[in-house]
Every structure is written in structure tokens, then in C-alpha cells.
């Protein structure tokens, strides 16, 4: 079975940055590029073929735009519509085809926390059967700098997994916040600060140690920073990317399929970067 990318557009001016990103990731890694528009089914059967035809038509202008604006050949392509509920055709797709990852643009609702919870794209994010990106910026160069916040759960195990074996030749960057108890009461004793120091330090061992342990078992793998920053995960991954403008931010989706994270929320409702969320499993 060949290796396949999906890439669902609504054809909004929005989503050419991830149709770009698209192109470049199926050229790059010599896969298979499935392009998909889902049709309102409401619409008249008459409307529907005309309205067919012209989404076509029009994809196949802005692929042709795309491969010229990046002096690409094309990789292997498939444009197709079908018709239904946008984020169920989606999903559909991308079992049917055993998609290995899945591109979408960012929605037109970006900014606006309270308005993303019924979007197609957190729908996709909670049940995708593959990675899903959402891509949010014209892509100048492969992903090069890809943060990945870590913890101790199997999720995160699995996220870094996948970033060393899809991006080998990227930076990689371990962003772990952590917090101890009694620092409220207690941060401003020498003792105290004497055992978070020690605490903070078994920490980055006991991470670098779950690290090492996945290496071992690759080949050629990327380079890697671990950062421990104290605080809340959402304020200090916000805080983080704001310094250092990451090209694509990893995380896992806690394998909660009617649930997506506050992190997640976060970085779609102010997107610094590209996000990808990996499976739990």
C-alpha cells in the first residue's frame, strides 16, 4: 500500500498555507498527496456536480500555483470531493486510505477560545486516526526547530518517539514545566531551596534517563535539548515560543477521544507556530 498525506481544504485564502505545507512534506518524503473538499450534502444534486467541477478545477490552480511558487514537481496526487459532514469525511478518508498524517489549515475562528470548540478542526483533532497538523504559517524550509513538551506519561513517550523517527534531522527541543510543593510556603528558606535545587536536578535525570532510553533504540537521531522551566505548562510553553519561535510544536492528545487539553486549546486559539497532535498510542 502506497504511503499517503491527506490534506482537507475548505478553500479559504487561509488554508494556502497549509496546501504549500502539504505539497512540500509529500514531495520531501516521496509520498502520496490525497487533496479533499466535503460538499454540503443539502445542496441540490444539479448544484452539487457544477459545484463539483469548479472546486477542482479550482485545487488544481492552486496546486499548480504552489509547485510553481516552490519550483516542486508535482508528487503523486489525488483531488477528490465527496459529500457530508465535513469533520466525519475527513476522518472516513484517512481510515480508508490508512493516511499516515493528516494537513489542516488553520481555522478562520483563530483568536477567539470560546468559538473552537465546534470546529472541523478540533472534531479531526480528537478523532484522527494519525497524526494531524495544523498548519498556520507559509512553510519557507522543512520544520528545522520542533519543541516537544514532555512529561512522564506514555503519551508524551509516544509524541517523542514519533518526532525522532519522522524529523531526523531536526533540532529538537524537551520542554518540561515542573512545579514542587510548598514553594508558595516555604520558596524563600535556604533550606528549601536547597532540596528544590536537588529535586530539580533527580528530575532532569529521571528525564534524560526516559530519553536515552528511546534513543537507544533509533538511529541517526536528531539533536536534542531538555529545558526545565518552572510553572504552568500552558504559561511556560506560551512563554517559551514566545522567546524562541519554534518552527512545529508535538504533543500527544492524552487519548481522551471527546477531549482535547488546555495546551492544545491554547496554541489554536493564539498559534505561534505550527501544531501537530500525535495519538496516545
Not at 181 to 193: I, K
Request: aromatic share 6%; proline share 5%; hydrophobic share 40%.
Amino acid at each position: 500500500m502506497s504511503r499517503t498525506l491527506l490534506f482537507a481544504t475548505d478553500l479559504s485564502a487561509e488554508n494556502r498555507a497549509a496546501f504549500a505545507r502539504a505539497l512540500r512534506f509529500a514531495y520531501a518524503h516521496s509520498i502520496q498527496l490525497d487533496v479533499l473538499h466535503v460538499l454540503d450534502p443539502y445542496l441540490p444534486r444539479r448544484v452539487l456536480r457544477d459545484l463539483e467541477s469548479a472546486v477542482v478545477e479550482d485545487i488544481t490552480a492552486t496546486l499548480t500555483d504552489l509547485r510553481e511558487d516552490y519550483a516542486l514537481e508535482a508528487p503523486k496526487t489525488l483531488i477528490q470531493t465527496v459529500t457530508g459532514a465535513p469533520h466525519v469525511e475527513i476522518v472516513r478518508e484517512a481510515h480508508e486510505r490508512n493516511a499516515e498524517l493528516i494537513i489542516l489549515g488553520m481555522h478562520r475562528k483563530r483568536g477567539q477560545k470560546d468559538l473552537l470548540a465546534g470546529t472541523t478542526v478540533m472534531r479531526v483533532l480528537r478523532s484522527a486516526p494519525c497524526p494531524v497538523v495544523v498548519a498556520s504559517y507559509q512553510p519557507i524550509q522543512p520544520w528545522q526547530h520542533i519543541l516537544v513538551p514532555i512529561d512522564f506519561s506514555l503519551t508524551a513517550r509516544h509524541t517523542l518517539k514519533e518526532a525522532l523517527i519522522r524529523f531526523p534531522e531536526a533540532t529538537l527541543t524537551l520542554l518540561h514545566a515542573w512545579s514542587l510543593p510548598g514553594e508558595r510556603e516555604l520558596g524563600s528558606q535556604a533550606y528549601y531551596a536547597q532540596w528544590r535545587e536537588h529535586e530539580v536536578q533527580r528530575l532532569r535525570e529521571q528525564l534524560t534517563n526516559e530519553i536515552d532510553s528511546l534513543m537507544r533504540d533509533l538511529d541517526g537521531v536528531p539533536d536534542i535539548e531538555l529545558v526545565l522551566e518552572q510553572g504552568a505548562a500552558c504559561e511556560v510553553l506560551q512563554a517559551y515560543m514566545k522567546r524562541h519561535s519554534p518552527d512545529l510544536v508535538m504533543i500527544g492528545s492524552r487519548g481522551q477521544p471527546h477531549h482535547v487539553s488546555h495546551v492544545t486549546e491554547m496554541l489554536l486559539n493564539d498559534p505561534h507556530c505550527d501544531l501537530m497532535l500525535c495519538r496516545a498510542w
